[in-house]
Each structure stands twice: as C-alpha cells, then as structure tokens.
C-alpha cells in the first residue's frame, strides 16, 4: 500500500499547487465584470438561443460499442500479463474470444452502425 | 511497511518531480515555438532574454495578472472546477514512470520513481483517460456554443482512440509478462531490447493513439482554432485557461514519458547519467509532437472516427493476435 | 434511432471567427456537428464605394477602387482603367499594356499565395501560411520597387501605368520566376499528396455545373466544375490574346479540384510573365490623357475582366460633359461564391465550412464593396 501512499503524496502536492497559484492570483489580477463582458463568445453577435440543447450525437452507437470493446480490453490485460504461465488453451480461448468480438465489430460494420451520419 | 523516512524522501521526489514536470511544461511551449518556428523559417520568440528563454515566464506572469472572466451563462461550479480537473491527472500519471535507475543515499535505497506500482501501465491508462473529464466539463458548463461543440468532440475522439491505445500495447505486455514501469524498463537493458524493435506496429499505433489522446495536431479537434475558435477553453481567460495549456503540455510530457519508457528503453543508456538519458528521449519525442505539428493539417473528427475503429482497432488485435502466436511458437 | 429527438440549434460564425476571411457571418443552424441551413449575412465591411465613385472624377476613381478587392488591387485599377479607356476612346501604348500584364499576373500569384496560405492554415496546417507570404514578399518588393505601395497601388492609371519600371526590376524578376516553379513544387509537396488533406478536400463542398452557372459562379471556382471559361480566353482584353497559357481545369467541383485548380493557375501565370517580360517592347509607358480636363461621353458600358477570384467587372453610365460618372456598379466574384455557399454546405459538418469557404476563396471587400 505504500506505494500509493507516494501517489496520495502526489496528489495532495498538485491540488495544492493549484490552490496556491489561484489564490496568488486572485491577490495580483484585477476583476472588472460587466454585462459584455461576461457574455458567452459567439463570434461578437449576441448569442443565440441556448447552449444546453438536447445535442445530437451522431456517434451514439459508437459510444455503446465502445463500452463493449473497452471491457474486452480489461480482460486481455491480464491475460497478456499472465500468457507464460497460462499455456496453450489460455492462447486458444483468448483468440476464440477475439474471434467473436472481430465478429460483432464485423457485425456492426456491415450493418452501417460504423458510419458517422 | 510505512516510514518517516519514506515519506520524507516520498515528498522530495514529488516536489523534484513537480518542479521538474512544471519547468518542462513552460519551457516545452518554448521548445515548440523555438521549433515551429525554425520550420517556418522564422525565429521564434527572442526577446524575453537569452534565445528567448525567459518567454515562458514572461507568459505565465501575464497570464497571472489577467482577470478571470466567468461567462454570465456558464454554469459556476464546473466551471471553476474543470481546469483544476484537466491539470491534476495530467500531473499524476507521472508518478509511475522511472526516471533513473535506484540510488543509495545515508544507506537507503531510493528507487527513482515517485511510485512503482505493480499495476503501472494500468495506473497511466486509468489517470490520462480522466484529463478528458475536464475538457468535456469545461466544454459544457462554458454556456458557450463553441466550447459544447469542443467538448463532445472530445468524447467522441476519446472513444475512437481510446481502445486501440489499450490494446496497442498488450504486445508489449505478452512479451514483458510485466505491469510495472520499472520491469519494463529493465528488460530493455540491451538496444535491440528495444520494444520499438520488437513491436513496431505496437509502437506506431501507440504513437497515433498518444497524440489523439493529448488532443495535438494533427487530432487537435477539440480546440480546433480555426474551426471552434478555441473549442473548450473559448471561455477561459486567465490562470485557468493556463491550468489547461499546462495540462496538455504535462500530458504531452507524459506521453513522451511513457513511450520512453515502454518502448525506447527508459532511461537505459551509455556514458551519461540515467536521469539525462531519460531527459534526452523524452525532449526528442517532444521535438517529435512539434514537428508533427509543424507539418500535418488537422484531420475531420469522424475521420478520426474512422481511423480509429476501422484501422486502428483492428491492427491493434492483429497485432496482439500475431504477438501471442510468435510468442507461443 | 427514430424516435430519439434531439434538438436543432443555431451557431453564429462571424463576423469574428478566426477563419470566416474578414467580417463575413454565417448563421448556421446545425443538428449536431451537421449544418442544415446555413444562411450569409453580409454587410460588415460596406464602405460604399459605388457611391464614392459616384462623386469623384474617373481618375480620381482608381486610387478609391485599390480598396475593392484589396488582394488584388491591380486588377481593380485595371478594370476601372479598361472601361474609362474605352469610354474615352483611348488607345493605351504597347510598352504600358504589357507592363499591365506582367502586374495583373503577378498579382494573381500574390493573392493566390494568399489564399493557399490560408487555406492551409484553416485547415490546420500552420506551415505552408508562412512559405506562401514569403513568396509573396518577394512580389510585394517588386510592386514597392515600382510603385512604391504594397497593398494599394494605383498604379494603373488610364491611359496607360503611372511609371515604368526602375532598371532592376527585370532582373528581380526573372530570379523571382525561375525559382518560383519549384517553390510551387514545395507547397504540392506538403498539400497535394498528403492523405488528411486529400480526405479533408476531397468530395467536400461539391459545386456543380448548374449550381455555378446557376449563381454566375466565375474564375477558378467554376473551372473546377469543368468548364473551360476565362475572360482572358473568352474574351480577351487588353494583350491577353498574345500569351501562351493552359487554363486548368478539374472535374468534380470539390475543394481539392479548385486547389488543384489554383496551384496550376499560379504556374501558368508565371508563363504569362516570362512571356511579357521576354517580349516587352521600349516605348510610351501613357497615353495622352489629362485627367482635369477629362469629360467623358454620355454613354453606358461595362468592362470586365479576369481576376484572381473569378469575374470582376464595373458598370459605368456616363453623362455627356460630365467629368465625373453618374453611375458606377462593381461586381465582385466572391459575392457569387457567397451566394452559392448554403448550397454546397448543407449536410457537411462544421469543420468543412471552413474548408469550403477557404476553397472559394472568398474575401469579404469583394462581396461587400
């Protein structure tokens, strides 16, 4: 445990950086807000309509099979880690497993889901 | 088995680090205007003293004494936040990497490393993949149309690249039957050790991976200028848009950092000093991000889509598929 | 995927966006990153030229037109020049219509240099920006050394050129030339073959042979649709009829035909001016022609010629014993290009608008005048 006791270490010391640098900061700068100024950027027109619409993401799908793949990217890690000891069936079932998922990716690609609208 | 002295030269090692993480950050945005601007056939910043040297202090002064501006629309809280949350993980992933080989000083065996965590590539994956939280915050809670875009954008990149990288270096972990950053860099003692020779593609697609994850040219959608004004950061004004400039500079060192390790041999190398040999390879892969940068005009965000889901990802399981193979044969 | 509703929203690019080109503005309503109208609101940069004109003598035009099209400047002296000269009746001296020549074409590979810069700037590629200006220098220096301006040069005047050139000139220029082929070669290096810029371009903003004629699209922007069409050629003013050129053309009508396009269009210019510098004769450099005393006859005409961007052409109505014209209309080539825009953009993504607006080349004092 005691090497993450040196990334707790290390993670006080950043937040603390940070602290630090933003109350620095907040003694030397100066702070001047007006209406204008504190409009949201839309190239010098004043904005239109609201930001925080429901957002088409066209990459929908893409975010589900992502989710997918990421896990059976977890379960080769320690498969690669452990490959000397585990033998030839490990190599075998590890491949089968790849096989089925290069199968759905195969799936997913001819069904047009791949395909950014 | 915790003790006094272990954090005390714990806390020196941060506090080098952190010094050493910063000072490359400032002087990494030096080293690529330097660059940037010797491909251009300019000279680059030159005023703020010698070879401009000072230019980077000179803008982290500036940048301090500018007013923070909080847009009336954005939503406070996050947006306060998403800087320090874009900032701290690009820090922490450097906590695993080796910068030198163990020392000896007063009889206590000081490992170069903040960290040697058993799990050491897994750590790096889990806290570079968190910098992308903090863009996506800031893109939202901006109020701004152009900083939302710059956010989804991000998400959409982190799930094209995002796979690819993990799987591009399982390769490395068949053949190194390791975790930990510290045994990687061991089993590369001799040059053609190298896991750059032993796994080129590995490489290559980490690379590809690595500069989409640091949100740089030619994947540099996020902040896309010329397209998104200033994508995510459109908002940001002040120290808080320079937590975000230092974030993707720590990242881009942290990079370097890790394919030195993981694949250039860490800071395995003749005659000079472990920790100047680590500092050598990890300034040339930077002079690397730079020239790439220089070079490529910047790629459509469902192109990189694309790439990443029908070549990446699919190169990425060859090359696991065909390591295992040689591996067991 | 049906019935999940999203909602449409509406993004302003412009008037001030890093690569809209000047102050032009773009109302873009977007479902997600894919535009599905995109509207042109112009206006920010009118300076009411046509009216200035309106009250000023025909020569003291000219040095008011050099704002026009400020890329190319020569080309709006020339135009103003052509249509007064004809109105008049002048016949402009040898040595001056070739000294036109080599100045229009120079000036078309500045403002081409210009566009390629920012063309590979917006799409991200921040180097070839900075080559491209220091070619461009090199034409700059020439125009100062002969007119002493680098922007604004009211140095076709009617009747002819406001002075001939200084002595070392012609040797500047020749160096300029024989290099600038294979500094063309640099910039293909780095564009042409390169697969992001082929993916970004290729197929994007697709314009076709109706839609251009359709908006009176002209200059590179049309030959890109394939249709062999310069004034130069078709109908030739001044002494283009003398040179030997290609006009290149491409097919498909995308962003990566008009580069092409463009790129090609720098080389045969070149040509041009090797040609006019190769066979520039001695002589008169004006025109008799005293612009205080200058009453034009009634009359209406109008002038055109080929610029960098496409058609640029003036109006003029006269009234007899007037020295000044009762009617001046500009027409600027960029205004079609605008217009045609929200037909090319629809079902593209953000990231293209730039992409295609900088492949039109257009440039906002064009449109707005």
Redo the contacts between chains.
């Keep these: 445990?005691?090497?993450?006791?040196?990334?707790l270490?290390?993670?006080l010391?950043?937040?603390g950086?940070?602290l630090f640098?933003?109350f620095?900061?907040?003694l030397?700068?100066?702070?001047?807000?007006y209406?204008e100024?504190?409009?949201?950027?839309?190239?010098a027109e004043a904005?239109v309509g609201?930001?925080?619409v429901k957002?088409n993401?066209?990459?929908y799908i893409?975010?589900l099979?992502?989710v997918v793949?990421?896990v059976?990217?977890?379960f080769?890690?320690p498969w690669?880690?452990?490959?000397?000891q585990l033998g030839?069936f490990a190599?075998v079932e590890?491949?089968i497993f790849?096989a089925i998922?290069?199968f759905g990716?195969y799936y997913a690609?001819k069904k047009g889901v791949?395909k950014?609208v | 088995?915790?003790t006094t002295g272990?954090?005390i030269a714990?806390?020196i090692?941060?506090?080098v680090?952190?010094v050493a993480v910063?000072t490359g950050c400032a002087y990494a945005t030096w080293l690529e205007r330097k660059l940037?601007g010797h491909?251009?056939?300019?000279i680059g910043p030159n005023l703020a003293g010698p070879f401009g040297l000072l230019q980077p202090i000179a803008d982290a002064i500036k940048l301090?004494?500018?007013?923070?501006?909080?847009?009336?629309?954005?939503e406070r809280v996050t947006y306060a936040l998403a800087p320090?949350v874009a900032?701290?993980p690009a820090?922490?992933s450097?906590?695993v990497i080796p910068f030198g080989d163990t020392i000896t000083i007063m009889g206590q065996q000081i490992d170069m490393v903040?960290?040697?965590?058993?799990i050491g590539i897994?750590?790096i994956f889990a806290i570079t993949s968190l910098g992308v939280y903090g863009i996506v915050l800031a893109g939202?809670s901006?109020?701004?149309?152009?900083?939302?875009?710059g956010g989804?954008?991000s998400?959409?990149q982190m799930?094209?690249y995002?796979?690819a990288y993990?799987?591009s270096i399982?390769g490395v972990?068949?053949i190194a039957?390791?975790?930990s950053m510290k045994e990687l860099v061991a089993q590369q003692a001799n040059f053609f050790d190298w896991f750059i020779f032993r796994q080129p593609l590995g490489f290559v697609l980490f690379v590809i991976c690595a500069i989409a994850e640091t949100n740089r040219?030619?994947f540099?959608?996020p902040e896309?200028?010329?397209?998104?004004?200033g994508g995510y950061h459109?908002?940001y004004s002040?120290?808080r848009f320079a937590?975000f400039f230092i974030g993707e500079y720590a990242n881009m060192i942290t990079v370097a950092a890790v394919v030195t390790t993981i694949f250039l041999g860490g800071w395995q190398g003749p005659l000079l000093p472990p920790v100047v040999w680590f500092c050598i390879k990890v300034f040339l892969f930077m002079a690397f991000y730079v020239w790439i940068?220089?070079?490529?005009?910047?790629?459509?965000?469902?192109?990189l889509?694309?790439l990443g889901?029908?070549v990446l990802?699919?190169l990425a399981?060859l090359n696991?598929?065909v390591t295992?193979?040689i591996?067991?044969l | 995927m049906a019935d999940l509703r999203t909602e449409e929203?509406v993004?302003n690019m412009g008037p001030h966006?890093?690569?809209t080109h000047g102050v032009c503005r773009f109302v873009l309503t977007m479902d997600?990153?894919v535009i599905v109208k995109a509207e042109p609101v112009i206006g920010y940069l009118h300076r009411a030229l046509e009216k200035i004109c309106e009250n000023r003598t025909y020569a003291q035009c000219i040095p008011v037109l050099d704002r026009f099209e400020y890329c190319t400047s020569m080309s709006c002296n020339q135009v103003f020049a052509l249509a007064t000269e004809k109105l008049a009746g002048i016949e402009v001296p040898e040595r001056a219509e070739y000294l036109r020549v080599i100045m229009l074409e120079l000036n078309r590979i500045a403002s081409h240099l210009i566009w390629l810069g920012t063309t590979?700037?917006?799409?991200?590629?921040?180097?070839p920006?900075?080559?491209a200006f220091?070619e461009r220098e090199d034409i700059l220096d020439l125009f100062e050394m002969t007119c002493g301006q680098r922007l604004t040069y009211n140095y076709i005047r009617v009747g002819g050129v406001a002075k001939d050139i200084p002595a070392e000139f012609i040797p500047k220029a020749k160096k300029f030339l024989s290099t600038f082929d294979h500094k063309v070669d640099d910039y293909e290096r780095?564009?042409t073959e390169?697969p992001?810029?082929i993916?970004?371009n290729q197929n994007i903003g697709v314009m076709s042979q109706e839609l251009a004629i359709a908006y009176g699209v002209s200059g590179p922007n049309l030959r890109a649709t394939g249709i062999k069409f310069d004034l130069r050629r078709d109908d030739p003013y001044s002494i283009y009829d003398r040179f030997k050129f290609d006009i290149p053309t491409g097919q498909n009508g995308d962003c990566y035909d008009r580069y092409r396009v463009r790129m090609q269009e720098m080389r045969e210019s070149a040509k041009i001016v090797r040609q006019a510098i190769e066979q520039l004769p001695e002589g008169e450099i004006s025109a008799k022609f005293n612009p205080l005393v200058f009453k034009a006859p009634a009359g209406e005409l109008y002038s055109r010629i080929e610029n960098s961007r496409g058609e640029m052409g003036v109006y003029i109505q006269s009234r007899d014993k007037e020295k000044k014209p009762l009617r001046v209309k500009l027409r600027g080539s960029s205004y079609n290009h605008l217009q045609a825009m929200p037909h090319v953009l629809v079902g593209h993504?953000?990231?293209?608008?730039?992409a295609v607006m900088a492949s039109l080349d257009i440039i906002m004092p064009d449109v707005d005048r």
């Design positions: 445990m005691d090497q993450y006791l040196s990334v270490i290390f993670l010391v950043g937040v950086i940070v640098t933003f620095i900061a907040r030397i700068r100066p702070h001047n807000p209406k100024k504190n409009q949201t950027y839309e190239c904005p609201n930001s925080w957002f993401n066209h990459f893409f975010a099979i992502f793949f990421d059976e990217a977890v080769l890690f690669a880690v452990a490959f000397g030839l190599l590890m491949i790849i998922l290069v990716l690609w791949l950014w | 088995m915790i272990f954090i714990s806390a090692k941060v506090i680090v952190v910063l940037v491909i251009q056939h300019r301090a004494f500018k007013e923070d501006i909080v847009p009336e629309r954005a320090i900032f701290i820090m922490l450097f906590a903040i960290s040697d965590l058993n897994l750590y939202w901006s109020g701004s149309k152009y900083s939302l875009l989804i954008r998400s959409a799930i094209s995002e796979i993990g799987l399982i972990l068949i039957q390791t975790l040219s030619p540099d959608m896309a200028e010329s397209e998104l004004v459109t908002e002040s120290l937590m940068r220089g070079t490529l005009p910047r790629v459509r965000y469902d192109q889509m694309n889901w029908k990802f699919p399981l696991v598929v295992a193979l591996y067991r | 929203f993004v966006h890093p690569s997600g990153e590979s700037l917006d799409l991200g590629a921040l180097t920006f900075l080559y220091r780095v564009l390169n992001i810029f993916a970004r993504k953000i990231a293209d608008v730039v």
